[in-house]
């Protein structure tokens, strides 16, 4: 029954696309077919530049103009195939991008990870898209597949043509150091109707789309950007569970899938061999076994989870003797196409193992229509990429995000000529959520308390609240990225107990994970859990409150005993 369920939400997402977009052939076959514009860049390459087909550099723009020009120089001297840009500015990537452009004798790849889209790397002028563990809420494809298609047209707009994204592992860890947030969530149907929606959207709308991180990243308590993480489950709950994902999305045609840095013993016993570098799982497992015909990358090759136990470009050659297509800012470039090189004169690899991929690379320069190179223009760039309906649409996102756990009748019953306190915890100033809700109340009382207040703060509010008959609570995460454990001290936490037994709406502007680390918080008589701290997301919650929106979202993950997958009004 699930699996017909799933098989009926592929279909409709695909035909859904394919009448919202223009017919573009599709990538799998057109990158694995002949073409003339392919062949004749491939007759001009010497061997060592068509190994550096196959490696993509690191690229910033906020790091001054000796990086810039230091990156240049990589460009120029090795003729990389592609690069991929992090921080900075849209305008100065902008130029960075023409002037690599402009030095490469065949196109750049131009990627980035924009998973909740440019404001990932560019979050002070560009716009954020809710995380995945918030889309996973939403009970509305089309609003994702939406989303998919206005990141597109950013990237596009940008110069860039691959987005690392849409992360499909499934995270049911709630202590996964690395994923988490960035999940839809637990479950891999939920996880895989999300995915889809997304990577359609993006695809739909011109780009290369990368699923990530292969075989599954989500059941892990080590984050791979520091050490090795190792997998210890069985090959059958592997393929039943964490590939599960991947597998339905390359069915539907998945341009690419990046694969992470975890040693999995039960798939390869090889000690301390990364999946990055593991010829069985990538050629025998993903490309025979599952049938991806697309391009294959690695994740970053300076991470200590593949160069920990294969240092000095070791992990580099091994990456491609494995079958990757792609290889993601290697410590050394230059040396590594050289190793490679030399790996070919060794008979560790054929010349034949680099044609292909450097075909299918070249031909996938030609699908993105880089045969008719542009420069970027940057005139009213800014404005292009802050467009007044794509901003409508991320509050249409977050809207339908908001999940009411519990608590719809005493939303309802609130009173707006009453005296209402309207407390934040864990910020130092008036929220916006605080803000819309003192429009519409008549006698609201505004309290703000730090993640670290003191007890005397904490009394001062507690006995000011005696004298009121509604109160609502709102709690913050008001770091970066939003972690599983709230950074509130104890004093904070005994105060949130104390508020949970009265008669209060609580607001939860933090990763879900947050409320199994609140002890009592379930005793609340009304529950909205909102998942991100973003001003998009207090304008949702707002809107629930001030009855002008009815909560829709369901909870992607479990968070304990009190609060399951799926809970949701």
Same mark, same amino acid.
């Given at each position: +029954?699930?699996?017909?369920?799933?098989?009926?939400?592929?279909?409709?997402?695909?035909?859904?696309? *394919?009448?919202?977009?223009?017919?573009?052939? =599709?990538?799998?076959?057109?990158?694995?077919?002949?073409?003339?514009?392919?062949?004749?860049?491939?007759?001009?390459?010497?061997?060592?530049?068509?190994? =550096?087909?196959?490696?993509?550099?690191?690229?910033?723009?906020?790091?001054?103009?000796?990086?810039?020009?230091?990156?240049?120089?990589?460009?120029?001297?090795?003729?990389?195939?592609?690069?991929?840009?992090?921080?900075?500015?849209?305008?100065?990537?902008?130029?960075?991008?023409?002037?690599?452009?402009?030095?490469?004798?065949?196109?750049?790849?131009?990627?980035?990870?924009?998973?909740?889209?440019?404001?990932?790397?560019?979050?002070?002028?560009?716009?954020?898209?809710?995380?995945?563990?918030?889309?996973? *809420?939403?009970?509305?494809?089309?609003?994702?597949?939406?989303?998919?298609?206005?990141?597109?047209?950013?990237?596009?707009?940008?110069?860039?043509?691959?987005?690392?994204?849409?992360?499909?592992?499934?995270?049911?860890?709630?202590?996964?150091?690395?994923?988490?947030?960035?999940?839809?969530?637990?479950?891999?149907?939920?996880?895989?109707?999300?995915?889809?929606?997304?990577?359609?959207?993006?695809?739909?709308?011109?780009?290369?789309?990368?699923?990530?991180?292969?075989?599954?990243?989500?059941?892990?308590?080590?984050?791979?950007?520091?050490?090795?993480?190792?997998?210890?489950?069985?090959?059958?709950?592997?393929?039943?569970?964490?590939?599960? $994902?991947?597998?339905?999305?390359?069915?539907?045609? *998945?341009?690419?899938?990046?694969?992470?840095?975890?040693?999995?013993?039960?798939?390869?016993?090889?000690?301390?061999?990364?999946?990055?570098?593991?010829?069985?799982?990538?050629?025998?497992?993903?490309?025979?076994?599952?049938?991806?015909?697309?391009?294959?990358?690695?994740?970053? +090759?300076? +991470?200590?989870?593949?160069?920990?136990?294969?240092?000095?470009?070791?992990?580099?050659?091994?990456?491609?003797?494995?079958?990757?297509?792609?290889?993601?800012?290697?410590?050394?470039?230059?040396?590594?196409?050289?190793?490679?090189?030399?790996?070919?004169?060794?008979?560790?690899?054929?010349?034949?193992?680099?044609?292909?991929?450097?075909?299918?690379?070249? *031909?996938?320069?030609?699908?993105?229509?880089?045969?008719?190179?542009?420069?970027?223009?940057?005139?009213?760039?800014?404005?292009?990429?802050?467009?007044?309906?794509?901003?409508?649409?991320?509050?249409?996102?977050?809207?339908?995000?908001?999940?009411?756990?519990?608590?719809?009748?005493?939303?309802?019953?609130?009173?707006?000529?009453?005296?209402?306190?309207?407390?934040?915890?864990?910020?130092?100033?008036?929220?916006?959520?605080?803000?819309?809700?003192?429009?519409?109340?008549?006698? $609201?009382?505004?309290?703000?308390?730090?993640?670290?207040?003191?007890?005397?703060?904490?009394?001062?509010?507690?006995?000011?609240?005696?004298?009121?008959?509604?109160?609502?609570?709102?709690?913050?995460?008001?770091?970066?990225?939003?972690?599983?454990?709230?950074?509130?001290?104890?004093?904070?936490?005994?105060?949130?107990?104390?508020?949970?037994?009265?008669?209060?709406?609580?607001?939860?502007?933090?990763?879900?994970?947050?409320?199994?680390?609140? $002890?009592?918080?379930?005793?609340?008589?009304?529950?909205?859990?909102?998942?991100?701290?973003?001003?998009?997301?207090?304008?949702?919650? =707002?809107?629930?409150?001030?009855?002008?929106?009815? $909560?829709?979202?369901?909870?992607?993950?479990?968070?304990?005993?009190?609060?399951?997958?799926?809970?949701?009004?």
């Amino acid at each position: +029954m699930l699996k017909k369920k799933i098989v009926i939400v592929l279909n409709f997402v695909l035909l859904w696309s *394919a009448a919202f977009t223009q017919q573009r052939e =599709a990538f799998i076959p057109f990158i694995n077919s002949q073409h003339a514009w392919v062949d004749s860049v491939f007759n001009t390459l010497s061997d060592k530049e068509k190994v =550096a087909q196959l490696f993509m550099v690191r690229a910033h723009s906020n790091l001054g103009q000796r990086y810039i020009d230091s990156v240049a120089g990589v460009v120029q001297r090795e003729q990389l195939g592609g690069m991929v840009l992090f921080q900075g500015g849209p305008k100065r990537h902008a130029q960075v991008i023409n002037r690599y452009q402009r030095l490469s004798k065949v196109p750049l790849l131009v990627a980035f990870d924009g998973e909740w889209g440019l404001g990932m790397r560019l979050p002070d002028s560009t716009i954020s898209f809710p995380y995945q563990m918030t889309l996973g *809420a939403i009970q509305n494809e089309t609003l994702i597949y939406q989303m998919g298609r206005e990141i597109a047209r950013d990237f596009k707009r940008l110069g860039m043509n691959i987005n690392f994204a849409p992360v499909v592992d499934i995270n049911n860890n709630p202590r996964n150091p690395v994923i988490n947030f960035r999940s839809f969530g637990e479950d891999k149907q939920n996880v895989t109707r999300k995915g889809l929606a997304y990577m359609r959207g993006m695809m739909d709308g011109g780009l290369v789309v990368s699923l990530k991180h292969f075989p599954g990243h989500g059941d892990t308590e080590t984050d791979s950007h520091y050490d090795l993480p190792t997998l210890k489950f069985t090959a059958g709950r592997l393929d039943s569970l964490e590939m599960y $994902p991947f597998r339905e999305l390359i069915k539907a045609g *998945a341009s690419g899938v990046m694969v992470a840095h975890m040693n999995i013993p039960s798939l390869d016993n090889t000690p301390n061999l990364p999946s990055s570098i593991s010829k069985h799982i990538i050629t025998d497992i993903l490309k025979s076994r599952l049938g991806f015909q697309g391009l294959t990358f690695t994740d970053a +090759m300076d +991470m200590r989870g593949v160069v920990k136990h294969f240092g000095n470009g070791e992990a580099d050659v091994r990456a491609i003797i494995a079958g990757n297509d792609l290889l993601e800012l290697s410590e050394n470039s230059g040396r590594a196409i050289n190793m490679v090189l030399q790996a070919i004169k060794q008979k560790r690899l054929t010349q034949r193992d680099i044609d292909v991929r450097v075909k299918k690379i070249l *031909a996938t320069k030609y699908w993105l229509g880089l045969d008719q190179m542009q420069q970027v223009d940057t005139t009213n760039l800014y404005g292009n990429l802050n467009r007044p309906q794509t901003a409508a649409l991320n509050q249409r996102l977050a809207d339908a995000s908001v999940t009411l756990l519990k608590g719809d009748s005493l939303i309802k019953a609130l009173d707006y000529t009453k005296r209402t306190a309207i407390i934040g915890i864990g910020l130092t100033e008036i929220s916006e959520f605080q803000n819309m809700l003192g429009w519409r109340f008549d006698n $609201p009382m505004y309290y703000v308390l730090s993640p670290n207040a003191t007890a005397n703060d904490v009394a001062m509010v507690a006995n000011e609240l005696r004298g009121y008959r509604q109160i609502i609570v709102a709690l913050h995460d008001n770091r970066s990225r939003p972690r599983s454990i709230l950074h509130y001290n104890g004093t904070i936490r005994l105060f949130i107990n104390e508020l949970a037994n009265m008669n209060s709406v609580f607001c939860v502007f933090a990763n879900p994970y947050s409320l199994a680390g609140l $002890p009592g918080v379930e005793q609340a008589k009304s529950i909205l859990v909102c998942y991100q701290n973003d001003d998009i997301m207090q304008r949702a919650a =707002a809107k629930v409150i001030l009855k002008r929106l009815t $909560p829709s979202g369901r909870l992607p993950v479990t968070i304990n005993a009190f609060f399951r997958y799926g809970d949701g009004k």
